[in-house]
């Protein structure tokens, strides 16, 4: 019976990601064409009058999309009608396209050479103007046919043309995958879980009488269910709980009706010993809840929520459970969205736990328990291969009991067998049907997804496995990519952002670094849900990812139509035949973008730009140009020819000039130069008028001390009217560059560098102008030069910086500019040569948002004190080079929630800071090349116990850790307290 039942699941299931994936990206082509519709005024006759026909037609089949996921019929015609509806989109977008190259008039000048090459131009596209003209009838033809064949699937299958409502929500997932997980209970109880199953009993029996929640938080596959079983189940919960009651939200179709219902149920077999009676059918939800209210009062109850998907859950529910009562009822929440684990909290008392991968102790633990049954021991020849194999599951318990169970299948004496799993991996998540159990507890989480997160979701397999990825790299390529729709109030790029929150809060991406106020910097996936997004980004031609290093390359079908290429990795040996077979075939033809990653040698870079971008018109229609880290010296003459190109980024290359034919690239929105060599740019970088982020910063004469150098930016540069992002540009002597910033209202992102004292004044007036400034960043032209900028009422700026939350200032102030205490947003403040005599602390202490203060030499005085009531949310400290400085104190109830305190090249200081106990958050502290006593005084001992007096004041702190130099080589002897 079970067998039955899994096979109809898994049917529902293929059939559902297909229509999905065809959902996603037919949903993105009408935001496309919304897009050109509204802003483009170009689409002129019968052939703009074609182009909303299409779209009307399509609107109608993602109506039909969303019904049809709700049969069960695994039907290949149907799977080839999704494919027909997915290429009749992309190749609907090419035909825009190349619409927009030919006939984009305003790219004409004027006067007689302007009418003379309008004339000529209008004679030269007549044969185009007439082609495109034919494809777009193509193109209706196509979709009229996929039509006709909608309305005999609707015949067949029963579908009506009513769009299945909340379809973004959890709501008609009921049909999904029946929760498995409980099934490893046997499996994966041994191991890894006696420890968190201790603490969440404790909590659930610890001494608060009001009503608790605990949520437990994780992605799918982290064994959440099989934990709660596991605590559900024990003697001593049993013993203390009067009533129990077990309820897997996703299985109850996320209906509080239902789910009360299974509630009252429970709880009736434990009182009444029966279960309920036949009215309570025919209860809505307000007498169910009074109901179960009644059926609660006065006792003590457990009940657990599992795979919730919605806060409405919680929010429904809590108003069936008795107001006050002392019997410590406790409700136990499994979620894998942060939002939906913290909702409980905030109006309960409550307690969080997050679900943490097994160490790769436990998780080869299990995986030779489950693997190798007989005697639980991996023979030696074996050993490295299941290694790398389990390096895969990353701790995931779900998917090492799943693939040890493949593995019991493998003769144990044949490596190549193993070594064939390690390597194929990925094709048997795929679609064999073998690892099935672990896609479809990954994919679960995808499918939830409103079409326009699935398709950023997607977009993150252009990584290669365990890249870290920078956030702000992959939001702007959301925007470049289109990916990101419009909000009202809301610029894409906070739009973007917003995405990347949800996807997070989704327990789909895991952070991996974050600024001290909770703002991800990189993240990363998970390499098994990596391997998914991989085959669903093939399957819907999203991507093509071509890994050129070794015997793993892969080059693209002559006739296949790649979208967006992604190379990951690029060698000399046994390239040239790849080289020569990209360039032979007429795959490139519908290229949006091309993306590189890891080092690439500059002749095969030329080369290779050169045969994707050289052959056939249609090639210029690319989008996106990512060549970071590849060793570039000049940009390729063919990518001027990109008038579509949005985004281009040569970020870490040995670019040194920027050519003036920058300026043919009208609809740049993105110019990533950082870190290059680049130290001027061209006028013609003003006819960018589009270009939304400038990043351009050289490491000329850069030392870990001091601010990265700027480059000179032309003359005008505040025309460019639509940046949000300047990073980072030169005063010049003149103080035009300073002035023409004020013209850029719209920034958000701002360093300049080169800063003298006279222009101090200049840039307080332009900064009053900016309005929307989230960053900035100010340096003097060398140490000693003070920056003024007190030299505007403080009232004026403070209020027209409201919204600035980091400031880094790097040169001398004589004295703190009065208008910076009253920047009540500010995050995050680093003030570097700053030498200044007052106390700076003062000035800090009262900012309410303030989590990271870094003062490097900021500071001539003997001493600092961290006066009681100050810093409540700073987070993170570092105090460096301060050459007066002998002693730090820290009051009780000052900084109470510091966690990193890092003290740096302070040689007078032979104490640790007075008052360090007071931190009971801190978790580092990081000493470097500071006074040889001090760090006597740590490492001996000399107490009755054997540790210092020095060593008992962070006893508290988990990591102490400490770095001195050597010798005169600068090399660095680093210890671990």
């Not at 021991?377 to 799943?402: F, M, Q, T, Y």
Request: glycine share 6%.
């Amino acid at each position: 019976m079970y067998a039955k039942i899994t096979q109809k699941t898994e049917k529902k299931t293929k059939r559902n990601l297909i229509t999905e994936m065809a959902e996603t990206v037919v949903s993105f082509l009408l935001s496309q064409l919304s897009t050109l519709l509204l802003d483009e005024g170009r689409l002129s006759g019968r052939l703009g009058k074609d182009i909303q026909e299409i779209k009307a037609e399509l609107g109608y089949m993602i109506a039909f999309l969303r019904v049809a996921e709700t049969k069960q019929e695994d039907d290949p015609r149907l799977q080839e009608w999704i494919r027909q509806v997915r290429e009749a989109a992309y190749d609907t977008e090419d035909v825009l396209d190349e619409f927009m190259l030919r006939f984009d008039c305003n790219r004409r000048p004027d006067g007689y050479i302007g009418a003379f090459r309008r004339i000529f131009a209008s004679m030269k596209n007549l044969r185009a103007r007439h082609r495109i003209a034919s494809e777009v009838q193509q193109i209706k033809k196509r979709t009229a046919a996929i039509f006709e064949r909608q309305q005999r699937y609707k015949f067949e299958y029963g579908i009506t043309d009513q769009t299945s409502e909340g379809h973004d929500a959890p709501n008609n997932i009921s049909w999904r995958i029946n929760r498995d997980e409980a099934l490893l209970v046997e499996e994966a109880k041994l191991v890894g879980i006696d420890g968190p199953k201790r603490l969440l009993i404790s909590q659930l029996l610890d001494s608060r009488s009001q009503l608790k929640v605990v949520s437990v938080l994780g992605m799918g596959g982290l064994g959440k269910t099989t934990l709660i079983r596991r605590v559900y189940e024990d003697t001593e919960i049993i013993r203390e709980f009067e009533l129990r009651a077990w309820v897997t939200v996703s299985q109850t179709l996320c209906q509080v009706e239902e789910l009360i219902k299974d509630l009252i149920e429970q709880f009736c077999r434990e009182i009444f010993k029966k279960s309920t009676r036949p009215e309570i059918s025919y209860m809505k939800s307000y007498g169910l809840k009074i109901y179960l209210k009644e059926l609660l009062q006065d006792k003590r109850y457990l009940i657990v929520l599992d795979d919730v998907w919605d806060t409405d859950i919680w929010n429904n529910i809590k108003f069936a459970l008795p107001e006050g009562g002392d019997y410590g009822n406790r409700v136990v929440l499994t979620t894998r969205k942060n939002n939906v684990a913290s909702a409980p909290h905030f109006d309960s008392h409550g307690y969080l736990h997050k679900m943490e991968p097994l160490s790769f102790e436990e998780s080869w633990t299990l995986f030779c328990k489950r693997t190798f049954a007989e005697d639980q021991c991996c023979p030696a020849h074996l050993k490295n291969v299941c290694e790398s194999i389990l390096g895969k599951c990353e701790g995931l318990p779900l998917a090492i009991v799943v693939i040890s169970g493949f593995l019991t299948l493998k003769d144990k004496k044949n490596l190549n067998e193993w070594e064939m799993v390690r390597r194929g991996l990925g094709a048997e998540l795929e679609g064999s049907g073998k690892l099935d159990r672990i896609k479809n507890i990954l994919s679960l989480s995808y499918n939830e997804l409103p079409y326009y997160l699935r398709t950023c979701l997607l977009y993150l397999s252009i990584f290669p496995e365990d890249y870290p990825i920078p956030c702000s790299s992959l939001t702007s390529l959301w925007v470049a990519e289109r990916f990101v729709q419009s909000k009202g109030g809301m610029i894409l790029e906070e739009v973007a952002q917003e995405y990347l929150r949800e996807l997070i809060n989704r327990s789909l991406i895991q952070v991996t670094d974050e600024c001290e106020d909770g703002l991800p910097l990189k993240c990363r996936i998970h390499d098994l849900l990596r391997e998914i997004l991989v085959s669903k980004s093939r399957e819907l031609n999203i991507m093509t990812i071509s890994n050129t290093a070794g015997n793993s390359s892969r080059c693209p079908e002559s006739d296949e139509k790649v979208r967006r290429l992604v190379i990951h990795s690029f060698v000399a040996d046994g390239n040239s035949s790849l080289l020569q077979l990209h360039g032979e075939c007429n795959c490139f033809k519908h290229l949006r973008s091309l993306i590189t990653f890891g080092s690439i040698q500059s002749s095969l870079s030329k080369s290779y730009i050169n045969k994707i971008l050289c052959r056939g018109g249609s090639r210029r229609l690319l989008k996106i140009l990512d060549l970071r880290n590849s060793q570039l010296d000049e940009i390729p003459v063919e990518v001027f020819n990109l008038i579509h190109l949005r985004c281009l980024c040569l970020r870490s290359t040995r670019l040194e000039v920027v050519p003036k034919a920058i300026g043919k690239l009208e609809n740049l929105e993105i110019l990533d130069l950082a870190e290059t060599r680049v130290s001027e740019l061209p006028k013609d970088i003003l006819k960018l008028q589009k270009l939304r982020q400038l990043l351009a910063f050289n490491r000329a004469g850069y030392t870990k001390d001091y601010m990265v150098g700027g480059i000179k930016a032309p003359y005008r540069i505040g025309g460019l009217q639509s940046l949000l992002c300047l990073y980072i540009i030169d005063a010049d002597s003149d103080n035009t560059e300073v002035r023409e910033i004020g013209k850029l209202t719209k920034l958000r992102m701002l360093g300049i560098t080169n800063l003298r004292r006279e222009d101090g004044r200049e840039l307080c007036s332009s900064l009053e102008k900016l309005k929307s400034l989230i960053g900035l960043e100010v340096s003097s032209i060398h140490r000693d030069e003070v920056i003024d900028l007190d030299q505007c009422a403080s009232s004026s700026l403070s209020s027209s910086l409201r919204f600035l939350r980091r400031l880094f200032l790097w040169g001398r102030l004589e004295k703190l500019p009065q208008w910076i205490p009253s920047l009540r947003g500010l995050t995050r403040v680093k003030l570097c040569w700053s030498e200044m005599e007052d106390d700076p602390l003062e000035s800090f202490e009262h900012l309410p948002n303030l989590s990271g203060l870094y003062l490097t030499q900021a500071y001539r005085g003997e001493g600092l004190r961290f006066r009681a009531g100050g810093f409540l949310k700073l987070k993170r400290l570092s105090l460096r080079k301060s050459r007066g400085m002998k002693w730090v104190r820290v009051e009780e109830g000052a900084m109470p929630n510091l966690q990193a305190l890092r003290l740096t090249d302070l040689k007078l200081m032979e104490e640790l800071p007075g008052g360090i106990q007071h931190l009971t958050k801190l978790r580092l502290v990081s000493l470097n090349n500071m006074s040889g006593n001090l760090i006597e005084k740590l490492v001996r001992g000399d107490g009755d116990e054997g540790i210092s007096q020095e060593r008992r004041k962070i006893a508290h702190v988990p990591q102490v850790k400490i770095a001195n130099y050597i010798n005169t080589d600068n090399k660095w002897q680093v210890c671990y307290l």
